[in-house]
Nanobody, 111 residues
Framework: VQLVESGGNLVQPGGSLRLSCAASGLSFINYDFNWYRQAPGKEREWVAGIFRGPGIDGYADSVKRRFTITRDNAKNTVSLQMNNLKPDDTAVYYC?????WGQGTQVTVSS
């Protein structure tokens, strides 16, 4: 199983980014996926998750109504649309399924 994240960047507060996670080596449609993040000096925290099948999703309180997780079962990708970004969103963002992890992508929110 391989997960490859992309889309991280430097963005100003209030801006938007879209992260992607490309998955391979698994039957994508049968897996749930999560996004986690880890800020410097802090523990890794769960951000959002999306279930298999009809795409039921869930979010941490800190990102509700700002972030949206989606999946494309035809392209084996999971995305995280992040709007109204705040400096506290600065972190390395990781894609996860069944304890398989990607290498992470850096998101920095700063003016």
């Amino acid at each position: 199983v391989q997960l490859v994240e992309s889309g991280g960047n430097l963005v100003q507060p209030g801006g938007s980014l879209r992260l992607s996670c490309a998955a391979s080596g698994l039957s994508f449609i049968n897996y749930d996926f999560n996004w986690y993040r880890q800020a410097p000096g802090k523990e890794r925290e769960w951000v959002a998750g999306i279930f298999r099948g009809p795409g039921i999703d869930g979010y941490a309180d800190s990102v509700k109504r700002r972030f949206t997780i989606t999946r494309d079962n035809a392209k084996n990708t999971v995305s995280l649309q992040m709007n109204n970004l705040k400096p506290d969103d600065t972190a390395v963002y990781y894609c996860d399924t069944e304890d398989y992890w990607g290498q992470g992508t850096q998101v920095t929110v700063s003016s």
